[in-house]
């Protein structure tokens, strides 16, 4: 066995981290050894390195071995020693007469050194032998430490050459893997060094700077040669390259002046970035289905479009498109019906427009058209019924022809309003009058057409009298569970008590919704009476489960809608946990609904429930069935009325619910009138429904006398479903 110091594992760690053990031949190590032999006229000098069980030389002279265990090593000695290691008759020590190294090789003397890394990091040793005994002067033992010491540092340089060489490999591979490409320039002679990797990237080496200049895009080539100049004013720059092999590249270079003159920098490729945002700028800013522009573009560009006009003194048309009777192609020959139709649509409407101009698909089955330099507004108007009759030309699908009709809204700039919001407004008056006159044709604004705007607000003006006299009160439908039979809920509904027309529903007043002020005002209102109904039924210890209220997208222009919903329940005493709010998606669609999932996710954090109304009727459910906290979605009741005829509503219906089982989500069918329509519903697993079937909307007042005689109505409507259930198919005789 050989002896082992105590730090014996820090020790074999600090050889291993030399990355030695095992390499190939070295020429100074070599040539160390050689002078060691003659300095000391030994025939053999070794560098030896101790490992875990071995020692191994990494040079050596005068012995044709590589090594030997570390059990017969003289070594193995030397390491323990702070000073050399001095044997001068192997034959006469115990220790080592039995070693190969004296029985085989001859071995007599032997002098080593310790090779010292660090305290107790003896490495191995720097030695000499001679095959006779002899002495060892206290001159010779200096030097040999002094040689040892040269081996020292040669170790510590082959670990410094190692690690650079790591290093540089893996900034190759980084430069690699990260499609960089580094560099540095002489600002003197504009001499461009390169890593070796430019060529593969690039398609170009070391150079003058004109070996990337040449092949910058032409629009981006002033930036770049503004950078190339580098007054240490830019840091990075972004642009377009061509390689010798034609493939078109994004690139970023950045740099620093480390000299007067000299920079370094890097080149690395962003064409995937690029791609990817250019995939993502076209999906926030087109129609997925359509692929034209989307709300958000065309606005900016309807901005833009007349702030150039007004600088230019140009003509700007906009033409608002609605396709007439849609719903009804959607319902008679489904939703993919639709979908071709509005496509085709955009096709034409695309084939139509004039360079600069901007077609886009606003929402559902409106379209608008922006003429930009519109030479006056008679040519505008000309424009529009070339497109109609283009649009009016059917289409096949299916091998069917199928008819497409559109009403259109024409306003122009500076003829009609300058700024954009109005001029929108008056291209949408325009469009209201061309659907009000028959549809199928194109209506030019006029200033006498704000009549219809006057009526809306007459109504308005009605309904703050409304408000102010308490007239406008909720009325409240049951909701009930298709397995239990029971109420589960109600949904409260705005009604007008007239005083002279009677009670009045939203279709009457619900032009009141698109003022914010009033919207807010008859929300509130709603919502304060709901609440304190629900205090006294509370009170009587009725259990009417959860109450939903309807907010309007105008409601949500409000940032505080949440905190003032949550304030009203509390002055009553109502938990949050008794309230739903019901939306529809215009909710989300809607313009200035910056403050939707805010508002939203304060509901939902506070306990109340969400859901999202009329499902179905809008062109991103899924969407925000994804994005916002619905907990609880309602078919809309168009489905619901055609479910027992209408294979395609039948399909939408079972689809929503499907949908709601999948994201655990309560469905609620809409306008149920039928046990047809319940039998249907419960057979497709619909959890609840609503609907004249159960009870119209009645006064908060008659609400206790439904729960209490619930049992007796629901027992009802269960005979009622026994008796006009289908009969069962005779069974044949056995």
């Keep these: 066995m050989f002896p082992v110091a105590p730090g014996e594992a820090d020790r074999v760690q600090a050889l291993h981290a030399l990355k030695i053990l095992d390499t190939a031949p070295e020429a100074h190590f070599d040539a160390i050894c050689r002078t060691a032999a003659a300095l000391f006229g030994a025939p053999v000098a070794l560098v030896s390195l101790v490992s875990e069980d071995r020692q191994w030389f990494k040079a050596r002279c005068g012995l044709g071995i590589d090594g030997t265990a570390r059990d017969v090593a003289f070594c193995s000695y030397a390491i323990l020693s702070q000073e050399a290691f001095v044997v001068e008759d192997a034959t006469r020590d115990p220790r080592f007469r039995e070693s190969p190294l004296v029985t085989e090789h001859g071995v007599r003397f032997y002098a080593g050194a310790p090779l010292i890394l660090g305290p107790g990091l003896h490495v191995g040793s720097f030695c000499v032998m001679d095959v006779v005994p002899r002495t060892f002067r206290p001159e010779e033992t200096r030097q040999l430490q002094d040689l040892a010491a040269v081996v020292v540092a040669q170790l510590r340089l082959h670990r410094a050459e190692q690690d650079l060489r790591e290093r540089e490999e893996r900034l190759r591979l980084a430069l690699r893997a990260g499609r960089m490409v580094a560099w540095e320039r002489d600002l003197r002679t504009g001499h461009a060094t390169r890593s070796d990797n430019a060529q593969e990237l690039l398609g170009i080496g070391s150079g003058p700077i004109s070996l990337i200049l040449d092949r910058v895009h032409s629009e981006d080539r002033p930036h770049v040669e503004r950078f190339s100049a580098y007054g240490g004013t830019l840091d990075a720059v972004e642009f377009r390259y061509r390689t010798p092999e034609g493939r078109q590249l994004w690139l970023c270079m950045r740099a620093e002046q480390t000299e007067p003159d000299r920079i370094v920098g890097i080149t690395f490729d962003i064409t995937d970035r690029k791609l990817s945002e250019a995939r993502l700028w076209r999906a926030a800013n087109h129609d997925p289905l359509t692929g034209l522009p989307n709300r958000a573009l065309f606005q900016e560009r309807f901005r833009d479009a007349l702030a150039q006009a007004e600088e230019t003194g140009a003509r700007v048309g906009l033409i608002l498109i609605d396709i007439d009777d849609f719903k009804d192609v959607n319902d008679t020959l489904g939703h993919d019906a639709g979908d071709a139709l509005l496509t085709e649509m955009a096709v034409r409407l695309t084939e139509m427009a004039r360079p600069g101009d901007t077609v886009a698909r606003l929402g559902g089955d409106e379209f608008a058209v922006i003429l930009a330099g519109s030479p006056r507004l008679e040519a505008a108007a000309v424009f529009a019924g070339n497109?109609?009759?283009?649009?009016?030309?059917?289409?096949?699908?299916?091998?069917?022809?199928?008819?497409?009709?559109?009403?259109?809204?024409?306003?122009?700039?500076?003829?009609?309003?300058?700024?954009?919001?109005?001029?929108?407004?008056?291209?949408?008056?325009?469009?209201?009058?061309?659907?009000?006159?028959?549809?199928?044709?194109?209506?030019?604004?006029?200033?006498?057409?704000?009549?219809?705007?006057?009526?809306?607000?007459?109504?308005?003006?009605?309904?703050?009298?409304?408000?102010?006299?308490?007239?406008?009160?909720?009325?409240?439908?049951?909701?009930?569970?298709?397995?239990?039979?029971?109420?589960?809920?109600?949904?409260?509904?705005?009604?007008?008590?007239?005083?002279?027309?009677?009670?009045?529903?939203?279709?009457?007043?619900?032009?009141?919704?698109?003022?914010?002020?009033?919207?807010?005002?008859?929300?509130?209102?709603?919502?304060?009476?709901?609440?304190?109904?629900?205090?006294?039924?509370?009170?009587?210890?009725?259990?009417?489960?959860?109450?939903?209220?309807?907010?309007?997208?105008?409601?949500?222009?409000?940032?505080?809608?949440?905190?003032?919903?949550?304030?009203?329940?509390?002055?009553?005493?109502?938990?949050?946990?008794?309230?739903?709010?019901?939306?529809?998606?215009?909710?989300?669609?809607?313009?200035?609904?910056?403050?939707?999932?805010?508002?939203?996710r304060r509901f939902h954090e506070s306990g109340v429930t969400l859901a999202l109304d009329d499902f179905g009727t809008g062109y991103a459910s899924l969407t925000h069935l994804k994005q916002f906290p619905v907990d609880h979605i309602k078919i809309d009741q168009s489905f619901v009325r055609g479910l027992e005829q209408d294979g395609d509503d039948a399909a939408i219906v079972a689809a929503v619910i499907g949908l709601g089982r999948a994201l655990d989500t309560r469905v609620t069918a809409e306008g149920v009138e039928s046990q047809g329509q319940v039998r249907r519903l419960r057979a497709m697993g619909c959890g609840f429904a609503q609907g004249y079937l159960y009870a119209k909307p009645m006064a908060g007042s008659r609400v206790p006398w439904l729960i209490g005689n619930w049992p007796a109505i629901a027992a009802g409507l269960a005979e009622e479903a026994q008796a006009t259930a289908p009969a069962a198919p005779a069974r044949a005789a056995g």
Excluded at 403 to 420: E, N
């Design 387 to 600: 497109l109609l009759e283009r649009l009016r030309q059917p289409f096949a699908y299916r091998g069917r022809p199928l008819a497409t009709k559109a009403s259109m809204g024409l306003a122009c700039f500076p003829d009609h309003h300058r700024l954009p919001d109005e001029l929108m407004k008056d291209a949408d008056i325009a469009l209201y009058r061309a659907k009000a006159s028959g549809r199928n044709r194109v209506t030019l604004y006029a200033p006498e057409m704000r009549a219809l705007t006057e009526k809306r607000v007459a109504v308005s003006g009605q309904m703050q009298e409304a408000l102010l006299g308490g007239q406008i009160v909720p009325f409240y439908q049951p909701k009930v569970c298709l397995a239990t039979g029971r109420i589960v809920g109600f949904e409260a509904l705005a009604r007008w008590l007239h005083p002279v027309e009677g009670v009045l529903a939203p279709g009457y007043f619900g032009s009141a919704f698109e003022d914010p002020e009033l919207a807010h005002a008859i929300g509130s209102r709603i919502v304060a009476r709901v609440a304190a109904d629900m205090r006294a039924w509370r009170a009587r210890g009725l259990d009417f489960g959860r109450v939903a209220v309807n907010v309007s997208s105008a409601e949500f222009h409000r940032p505080d809608l949440a905190e003032a919903t949550l304030a009203a329940l509390q002055a009553q005493d109502v938990p949050p946990t008794c309230l739903e709010i019901e939306v529809t998606e215009t909710v989300f669609l809607g313009r200035g609904s910056d403050f939707v999932s805010g508002i939203l």
